[in-house]
């Protein structure tokens, strides 16, 4: 059963637009929340993260969202660029001393 | 350079034929863990370990065997390996602090024939 789900497994924005990216899951005890980011022939590289305690967290261009009561979150890039196209995983965890779980990513095309 | 090091990048093998991917890291970390990544399925964790010689299955173990004897290194070992094995594998580590987030090394490609 998948704990951490990426629905959409590609979009695609125009550049300069909002990209929203979307991560759903089903265990309400997991308290810490991660995104990467993807590039092909490399590592994931670790975007922004929140805790359960918190709704919003943002970075510069990057906000994350969080939504307790419908086990929600979302990358928000405004404005998106084209060093923005990557595969986007959101994974979850349920302390920092425990195993984290990986969506199955989102690829996201900055479209020209 | 802060950095985690996986080695080979590519390896091409044959069914049987024992082989071991290292992974190293430079940062002090404690975590250290092995993921696959394959199409469709996402990153799935195969072992992970909190601390030199603790060691504890991930989600996907099966035919892999892990090592943690030096806090830097977590050598990622395939006893007999199988064409199912075939896949993009990433080591990664972090401190066990709440907001101390994972390092990833830059993948082994392997094909099992």
Redesign the interface.
């Known amino acids: 059963d998948q704990q951490v789900k990426?629905n959409s497994?590609s979009l695609s924005v125009q550049e300069g637009r909002i990209s929203i990216l979307n991560c759903d899951y089903t265990n309400s005890m997991f308290d810490?929340f991660?995104w990467?980011k993807k590039y092909p022939?490399?590592?994931?590289?670790?975007l922004i993260?929140i805790?359960s305690i918190k709704d919003k967290n943002e970075d510069g261009r990057f906000t994350v969202f969080l939504n307790k009561s419908a086990k929600h979150l979302s990358l928000h890039i405004v404005p998106s660029q084209p060093g923005d196209s990557a595969v986007y995983?959101c994974a979850a965890s349920l302390?920092?001393?425990d195993?984290?779980?990986?969506?199955?990513?989102t690829r996201l095309h900055i479209l020209p | 350079e802060a950095q985690?090091t996986q080695n080979p990048r590519y390896l091409i093998t044959v069914t049987g034929k024992k082989l071991t991917v290292t992974c190293s890291q430079n940062m002090n970390h404690e975590y250290m863990?092995w993921?696959r990544q394959d199409p469709?399925?996402?990153?799935?964790?195969i072992y992970?370990s909190?601390n030199v010689e603790v060691t504890?299955k991930?989600d996907v173990p099966e035919g892999y065997k892990v090592s943690r004897k030096e806090k830097r290194n977590f050598p990622l070992i395939l006893e007999s390996p199988s064409p199912n094995q075939t896949s993009l594998y990433?080591c990664?580590s972090s401190f066990?602090?709440?907001?101390?987030?994972?390092?990833?090394?830059?993948?082994t490609r392997l094909t099992v024939t």
């Not at chain 1, 022939?41 to 670790?46: H, I, M, N």
């Not at chain 1, 195993?99 to 990513?105: A, E, L």
């Not at chain 2, 066990?96 to 993948?107: A, C, W």
């Open positions: 990426q497994p810490y991660l990467y022939a490399e590592g994931p590289t670790f993260s805790s995983f302390n920092r001393d195993k984290i779980i990986f969506g199955k990513g | 985690v863990s993921y469709g399925l996402g990153l799935r964790q992970y909190m504890d991930g990433f990664a066990l602090n709440y907001e101390s987030p994972l390092h990833f090394g830059n993948g």
